[in-house]
């Protein structure tokens, strides 16, 4: 623990419940205090943010929002939060306290790892790393720092608090890349972007460092470390280490590549590579390579002799050290040694017999990584020709498998199981839904350009008539605008076929002349005399009932010419070319736009008064409806 510098927390309760009791740690964001909690009377662990980063709100806002996502994952390699707290100027993180110690810690005292004993620490880290990949956050910080070891073994993932959800912005406000730039992947340094693959690439690093005791990339200064990632590939271990698998290379060499997509997709995947690769290791392998290199023969032990321990032989001893031995001792241990060592090798031999045949001898499966984003009914398929069986869960949606892939797998991806057990697979509902996006008033062609460009399948077009949208235009899609759909889900576009032509045979002929001039259609009139049927009535229109229309368009009315009657009682009717002059329906309209009104008013057979203060839009009219001499003047009122 760190205490060589007096800290004004300890000894404070804060938020009246946790009594911070020692400071453990300091980092470039928080320092970790072991503390109780006074409610649960239970050790737990506290990590307060700097005070500088406190006072930034977009900062905090986000780590609380980030705590919360953390404390949703329910993992046994996952060290737990517990609760987000803001106690003054103090923004901390409530977590479970872990006894033991670092990973860093660990290769400290070995060195570095042989094959099977770091791919055996990789497989609960990944582990962790998979359960919030499936969760949708990424970690950002993958280091041995940060994957603890407690006294009875068990492997723990920390600070998750860093972690940002996947879709999140890719850089602080301030600029600052999150992660460890000796494990930061290439994507992380040129533009901040974090994805579950830049994970995968810290973790890749990670089993490089576990390997070979050093990191790939080392250089006089953080910056030119970063330059490294961008422009060096991480080389195989084995170039350092001698005999080190081919196989083992490959997981650090794939892991690392500059190109995201030729990384294992996600956590999940990369701990199904790294139990297959294990599961075909030979047992002494460690102990061969480290022995090879002249180096101390330094193993881990399984948890159940100690986490992590380094075990020294006798022969690696100063000689000053060894216990003296008589040329009699020798003798006998030669001899003794001789037996000893056939007795071993029978022992290995039967040890050896014994693992071939429980690799090999048909009674177990692995779970295959490959059915993972595969369609379902194929991976049953898979599945059930290596004599398992297959049921499915409820499905779900998920950021990277398209609807009807496999999702995940449980037992995981690389998993061993005896044939005739179930694996359970559970499908994909679909990319996780989002937002239809508006394209009301769009071309078709742009409107499908929008859809693809969010993401969007584009589905069925259909057509029906508006009287708001013109024709061509798109009136909305399917599901509306602002409801949220699976990108996997089509969405259907409606166009519109313009405004639907009235049917107007046998009405008055000026009345349905200024039905369609409030339209916004282009009206011409046509007069013919037919017998038998009434005067002013229309007797036929251009385009028929039911057709598409759209403002500015030009329609024909023909309408029945009337009789000139000289007299007709208290009505005055001058007769020009046998039409009477009478009242005629005024036209409204209000909201129009005042060149807009002028014409239909004028085509309407009045004469038209503009008035106003300026703009552009008809305010106010009059008369605002009703009938008025043809001739007559109606006023408008033009307003913004």
Wanted: hydrophobic residues 35%.
């Amino acid at each position: 623990m760190d205490t060589t510098v007096a800290d004004p927390l300890v000894g404070r309760v804060l938020d009246g419940r946790y009594r911070i009791e020692s400071r453990i740690a300091r980092g470039g964001m928080a320092t970790v205090y072991l503390a109780r909690d006074l409610r649960l009377d239970r050790v737990i662990a506290i990590k307060v943010m700097h005070a500088g980063l406190a006072s930034d709100e977009d900062f905090v806002a986000r780590f609380i929002g980030e705590a919360k996502a953390a404390a949703a994952l329910s993992h046994p390699n996952v060290v737990a939060v517990y609760d987000q707290r803001t106690d003054g100027e103090h923004v901390f993180l409530v977590m479970e306290y872990v006894a033991g110690h670092t990973l860093r810690d660990a290769l400290s005292s070995v060195r570095r790892f042989g094959p099977r004993a770091a791919l055996e620490i990789m497989q609960p880290v990944l582990a962790a790393l998979g359960a919030a990949h499936r969760a949708g956050l990424v970690h950002r910080d993958v280091k041995p720092e940060n994957v603890l070891i407690t006294e009875d073994g068990q492997v723990k993932v920390a600070d998750f608090g860093l972690a940002r959800a996947e879709t999140a912005s890719k850089m602080t406000k301030t600029g600052i890349i999150i992660g460890t730039v000796g494990y930061l992947a290439p994507e992380q340094v040129v533009s901040g972007d974090a994805g579950v693959r830049s994970d995968v690439y810290a973790a890749g690093v990670m089993l490089f460092e576990l390997l070979t005791g050093r990191l790939p990339h080392q250089a006089d200064t953080p910056l030119a470390v970063a330059y490294k990632h961008v422009n060096e590939t991480v080389p195989p271990p084995s170039s350092v280490v001698p005999g080190i698998p081919t196989r083992v290379d490959e997981l650090v060499t794939d892991a690392t590549s500059h190109d995201p997509q030729r990384r294992p997709q996600d956590a999940n995947q990369y701990l199904a590579e790294v139990a297959e690769v294990f599961g075909g290791l030979p047992p002494d392998i460690d102990r061969r390579i480290q022995d090879a290199s002249g180096n101390d023969t330094r193993v881990l032990e399984t948890p159940a002799a100690g986490p992590h321990t380094a075990v020294l032989d006798a022969n690696t001893l100063p000689a000053a050290q060894r216990p003296e031995r008589t040329r009699t001792d020798r003798a006998i241990g030669a001899l003794t040694g001789r037996y000893v060592l056939l007795a071993l090798g029978l022992v290995a031999a039967v040890i050896l017999g014994w693992a071939v045949w429980y690799q090999t001898s048909g009674q177990y499966e692995r779970v295959p990584s490959s059915v993972v984003g595969m369609k379902v009914t194929d991976a049953r398929d898979r599945l059930e020709s290596a004599g398992l069986h297959v049921q499915t869960a409820k499905p779900v949606y998920d950021d990277r498998v398209h609807k009807g892939g496999v999702v995940r797998t449980d037992p995981p991806a690389g998993s061993r199981i005896a044939k005739g057990e179930t694996v359970t697979l559970t499908p994909s509902r679909g990319i996780t839904p989002k937002k239809v996006p508006d394209v009301e008033g769009k071309s078709l062609d742009d409107a499908e350009q929008t859809l693809e460009d969010e993401g969007f399948t584009v589905g069925r077009t259909s057509r029906t008539p508006s009287q708001t949208v013109p024709r061509d235009s798109v009136v909305g899609t399917d599901p509306e605008a602002g409801a949220r759909l699976s990108p996997d889900e089509p969405v259907g576009i409606v166009v519109s076929t313009g405004m639907s032509m009235p049917g107007l045979i046998g009405q008055n002929g000026d009345a349905a002349a200024n039905q369609l001039r409030s339209m916004g259609l282009k009206v011409k009139v046509e007069k013919k005399k037919v017998d038998g049927k009434p005067a002013d009535t229309v007797l036929e229109q251009d385009p028929a009932e039911g057709t598409g229309v759209s403002r500015g368009d030009d329609v024909t009315l023909v309408v029945n010419k009337r009789d000139c009657i000289v007299d007709a009682g208290p009505f005055e009717f001058g007769c020009n070319d046998g039409e009477p002059t009478e009242n005629i329906p005024v036209p409204n309209m209000t909201g129009r736009d005042v060149n807009d009104a002028r014409r239909a008013l004028e085509d309407s057979g009045f004469k038209v008064k503009v008035t106003g203060f300026g703009g552009s839009t008809v305010r106010f009219q009059s008369p605002s409806d009703g009938e008025a001499p043809r001739g007559s003047t109606v006023t408008i009122v033009r307003g913004p």
